[in-house]
């Protein structure tokens, strides 16, 4: 039997390098994304050129119905979900310095990258429990975090912080559902060249000719795809509720 995953944000970026790399492995891929289906011509073309099985969904991670009708729809499709990676993800709509944050982004922000994302992998994770086991691994469930959970950018706290609380969704889950074969992790991006991206390019430019990163290039959509395809196997099955930074040794405390 074919595998499932589910892939929210699966349109472009980081989602859709996930969503190519795991229907070339042989998953069933649902997309999950806010845009109708009309404008997804690229990705579609993408999806069919790698004769990937895939099926969209049309929806918005911060709110309830959708989640159920992306669970509802992918189980009636393809009959069962074996990993959900739990990509999709906002930065502010604008930077503000944290003294003037906004109730309002801030909101925006937490609701979509850590309150939707726990709630998506809580509907997950009950359908992975009453599904037969098929290989080494009753689900997956991956996280894309990113090194915000840890850095301080006082310009974009409210994603510091949504993103610092989708680690701790990753430990809870990851402690919950270990003894029931369901293993969590997470993936923490640097900086990807992708839309997310685009208005802040000449920053990141000069910080990545100056030295701030180790492997001194942007990072590409399909670094973090490699990452998340490994996790995505019947492999790593003595690890669960880890972290692995995809940010080119940005992590690393130098002198
Ligand atoms: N790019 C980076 O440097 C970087 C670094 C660290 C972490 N990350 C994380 O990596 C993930 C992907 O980032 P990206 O750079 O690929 O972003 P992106 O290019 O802006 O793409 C975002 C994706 O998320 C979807 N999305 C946004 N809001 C949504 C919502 N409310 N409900 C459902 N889907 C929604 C978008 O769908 P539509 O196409 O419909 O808008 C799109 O598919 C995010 O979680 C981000 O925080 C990125």
């Known amino acids: 039997m074919s595998k499932t995953a589910i892939v ?14 795991l229907g070339s492995m042989g998953f069933q891929v649902v997309i999950f994304a806010t845009k109708p289906f009309s404008a997804c011509k690229e990705m579609a073309e993408i999806l069919d050129g790698e004769g990937i099985s895939w099926h969209y969904v049309q929806g918005c991670l911060d709110q309830s119905d959708d989640r159920v009708r992306l669970i509802e729809e992918t189980v009636r499709i393809f009959g069962r979900i074996d990993v959900l990676v739990n990509n999709a993800g906002v930065a502010p709509l604008s930077r503000f310095d944290l003294l003037d944050m906004t109730e309002e982004s801030f909101d925006r922000v937490v609701g979509i990258n850590t309150k939707g994302t726990l709630f998506l992998s809580q509907l997950a994770a009950n359908q992975m429990l009453i599904q037969t086991l098929e290989g080494r691994k009753r689900g997956t469930i991956i996280n894309i975090g990113s090194c915000s959970a840890e850095v301080s950018s006082v310009n974009r706290g409210e994603y510091c ?27 923490r991006p640097g900086v990807i060249h992708t839309d997310m991206t685009e208005g802040v390019q000449e920053k990141y430019d000069r910080l990545i000719q100056n030295g701030s990163f180790p492997i001194p290039r942007w990072g590409t959509p399909e670094d973090v795809a490699e990452a998340v395809a490994a996790f995505s196997l019947d492999q790593f099955l003595y690890a669960t509720g880890n972290y692995i930074d995809i940010d080119g040794g940005f992590h690393i405390r130098r002198l």
């Open 161 to 187: 912080i949504s993103k610092a609380g989708l680690s701790m969704v990753t430990s809870l889950f990851a402690d919950r559902l270990a003894a029931d074969g369901i293993l969590v992790h997470e993936v």
């Open 8 to 21: 929210t944000g699966g349109s472009r970026g980081i989602g859709l390098a996930i969503a190519k790399k």
